[in-house]
């Protein structure tokens, strides 16, 4: 399945050309040091084409609320013909952000993700039903929700969040592939899974026709030195877990999401992608 993109929040026309595949990349600082205890949470994100498409459908997003009530990421890999991946995952992420810094506070953190999926969800799903071109155009999704040390992580599809600190690296989520349900229900092993020739046909996505977008969310306190990192298949596909855990490593957030992109370039670039590192440093 092709899914990768742009960067939020504008997105081009469905059938529109295609960008020129520039390599993206975000920074963001999360920083309180006005209340008891100081806290700090580097955020850095990079996007790219890889070697082999003709245009990038991932998109990724940094954000940071008001008075660092609240820091955001999110990675999304598009999927649709005539362009229209990009635009959804553009669209997924900037209805997401925009719903956050409307409604972060007034309800619980849980809640309030499942409502901004939710409603991304329609927002792709409505602008499919007005552009032949657009229809089917959907996209996976990853994000984390910080205050402070409390650290919401939803995803629906196989972008994925992976947790690396003193204990090493460990997949926070659960892939939505047909195939993973087969492993999780006893059919497959995790072996003959990796070799599927089905392992990329998605059992969940944002968009793509389906009633209700589901993600999984579950709730981590982040500790000092740990760093999250949030990617698409792209990289996952390509760059084992012991070299993102090496990667994602580097003392300097930015270096850190560059590397881990440079690496599955260099691993062949066979989709797009999107690498965050979200590290608490005090």
Not at 59 to 67: S, T, Y
Not at 216 to 227: K, N, P, S, V, W
Request: charged share 20%; with cysteine.
């Amino acid at each position: 399945m092709h899914r990768s993109g742009v960067r939020p929040p504008s997105a081009p026309p469905v059938g529109s050309p295609a960008p020129s595949g520039l390599p993206a990349s975000m920074y963001k600082l999360f920083k309180r040091n006005h209340v008891p205890g100081a806290f700090e949470v580097q955020m850095a994100g990079a996007c790219d084409p890889g070697r082999t498409r003709a245009h990038n459908e991932d998109a990724i997003g940094l954000e940071v609320g008001p008075d660092d009530g609240w820091y955001l990421a999110v990675v999304a890999d598009g999927m649709g013909g005539h362009n229209a991946g990009e635009v959804a995952s553009a669209l997924a992420i900037s209805t997401i952000t925009e719903t956050i810094r409307e409604r972060y506070g007034t309800a619980d953190a849980a809640s309030v993700l499942t409502s901004a999926i939710d409603l991304a969800n329609r927002r792709i799903d409505e602008l499919a039903e007005t552009s032949p071109e657009a229809h089917g155009m959907g996209c996976t999704l990853a994000l984390i929700l910080g205050e402070r040390d409390h650290v919401w992580i939803a995803h629906v599809g196989d972008s994925r969040v992976y947790r690396v600190g003193p204990k090493g690296i460990h997949q926070l989520t659960v892939d939505h592939t047909m195939v993973q349900d087969m492993v999780q229900n006893g059919i497959l092993t995790p072996e003959q899974a990796a070799a599927h020739p089905y392992r990329g046909r998605l059992s969940r996505c944002v968009g793509h026709g389906k009633n209700r977008a589901l993600p999984d969310i579950r709730h981590l306190d982040l500790e000092r030195g740990e760093t999250l990192v949030l990617c698409s298949d792209g990289l996952s596909d390509v760059v084992p877990p012991d070299e993102i855990e090496t990667l994602a490593s580097h003392p300097d957030a930015r270096a850190a999401a560059r590397r881990l992109v440079d690496a599955a370039n260099k691993a062949g670039g066979p989709d797009n992608i999107s690498a965050i590192v979200v590290r608490r440093v005090v």
